[in-house]
């Protein structure tokens, strides 16, 4: 209840901001943030490091070339991906709350997640801090898809990558976006924050292992 008190005034104010304005904002930050990355750290070199032990080099070229061709679709589509995005995200945590006979608005669950999504941002942003120092490309590929704290640093499991990946899911950019959602929904409901985090937390857990077993079938079926 203390948390709510001291910080009712700033999220208040946040419920006042037009979503639009966050959209647009988180857009311009993705499409600079996925041009940097393609720019600097996803060159042929590091495709081939992460990739070479499975595919031959012309596969590898055909690899390289696909994800350039999807980076430019990317950077145009940002705005609709991330719209979508929160969308669905609202969506999923607006079911958990149904039914768990937590009653909130969907326009307000959708408004209140719509300025956490900076924190996400943020997370893609911090995997560029570790790569910064790296001078050999053999470090840069193994550490390419690594989030700074978070539990895949904690419980490495090095034989499966692909579960690595999911561990990684789970940092401490989480964290902040949890305690963000629960602390605006709170304020703006006057709602028990436990009552708010078991169904919050739950499709949130929920939507990374959706979004991780999107990237695994993609990884299989698409490259």
């Known amino acids: 209840m203390m ?3 001291t910080y009712r005034p700033f999220f208040q104010r946040i419920k006042s901001v037009p979503w639009t304005g966050f959209l647009i904002l988180w857009s311009v930050l993705s499409m600079a943030t996925v041009w940097f990355y393609q720019d600097q750290f996803t ?43 929160m969308t669905l995200m609202a969506l999923l945590i607006h079911l958990f709350f149904i039914l768990t006979q937590v009653w909130i608005p969907f326009k307000r669950v959708f408004h209140a997640i719509v300025p956490a999504f900076g924190f996400l ?23 390419v898809l690594k989030v700074p704290l978070a539990l895949s640093a904690v419980v490495s499991v090095d034989s499966y990558p692909t579960l690595n990946k999911l561990l990684n899911a789970f940092n401490c ?33 929920l939507g990374i292992v959706l979004m991780w077993g999107l990237g695994v079938f993609y990884e299989i079926y698409m490259l």
């Open 43 to 85: 060159t042929r070199q590091t495709v081939e490091q992460l990739l070479g032990a499975q595919f031959s080099p012309v596969y590898i070229d055909l690899i390289y070339a696909r994800i350039q061709d999807i980076t430019y679709w990317t950077l145009l589509c940002i705005p609709c991906f991330i719209l979508i995005r």
């Open 121 to 143: 941002i943020l997370r893609d942003v911090s995997k560029f801090i570790p790569l910064s120092g790296m001078d050999t490309l053999d470090d840069k590929a193994g550490e």
């Open 173 to 205: 950019f989480e964290g902040v976006w949890l305690l963000w959602v629960v602390l605006t929904l709170a304020v703006w409901t006057g709602l028990n924050m436990r009552k708010i985090l078991f169904p919050l937390l739950t499709a949130r857990i």
């Open 3 to 5: 948390l709510t008190i």
